[in-house]
């Protein structure tokens, strides 16, 4: 395997349609029922229960909910960030104060997204974070992570090491979207664990 974007990009763009294919072929309901097992089992993990700070994401169509653990999250006490999208695809941040809090918000005829309407923090908020959930599409047996590939997280992760911030990575996934090997690049980092419903699988 390549170890260059150049060469691994069109595998990547091929295993993306694939597992967004799958997504979207879920009913609301096996949505719904995913999301209820990946708060519990997130909740669990011994590195949220203690989180003071956590970055996270609103999840959008069929992606593995989110909105429950944040509401979770949030009862318990926990300051939690989520992302708002920049034109250059870098992420600042804003506070989570419940789904009332959230806007609405079309980026360039590509996506909407549910985001923070509140004061905005700064790119390197995140820093502060305990835990930070990354969204994937996929992760592997090394926990590498396959993204939806705007880069976003990239520079999300590479502002943490710059900082020398060491929160736990978690990716929340679908049980059939861990997979032996996705395409990796230099610039790739291994995330902590992944929670499915069904379970948690630490990689380091």
Do not use: C, Q
């Not at 993204?147 to 710059?162: C, F, H, M, N, P």
């Amino acid at each position: 395997m390549s170890l260059t974007g150049r060469a691994d990009e069109p595998g990547k763009r091929s295993l993306r349609r694939e597992f967004i294919a799958a997504r979207n072929a879920l009913t609301s309901d096996d949505v719904r029922e995913a999301a209820d097992a990946l708060a519990e089992r997130a909740l669990s993990l011994p590195e949220v229960a203690g989180a003071r700070t956590v970055a996270a994401y609103v999840s959008v169509g069929a992606e593995p909910g989110t909105l429950a653990l944040l509401d979770a999250l949030r009862a318990r006490g926990v300051r939690v960030l989520l992302p708002v999208l920049l034109p250059d695809n870098d992420l600042d941040w804003g506070a989570y104060r419940g789904e009332e809090s959230l806007a609405r918000v079309r980026h360039g005829g590509r996506m909407t997204l549910s985001e923070p309407a509140g004061e905005r923090l700064g790119p390197d908020a995140v820093t502060a974070a305990d835990v930070v959930l990354l969204p994937g599409l996929a992760v592997d047996e090394r926990g590498m992570r396959l993204g939806r590939g705007g880069g976003s997280y990239d520079r999300v992760l590479a502002r943490l090491e710059r900082a020398g911030a060491r929160p736990a990575l978690l990716v929340l996934l679908y049980d059939r979207e861990v997979v032996a090997r996705v395409p990796e690049e230099p610039h790739d980092r291994p995330v902590d664990a992944v929670v499915t419903p069904s379970g948690v699988r630490r990689f380091r």
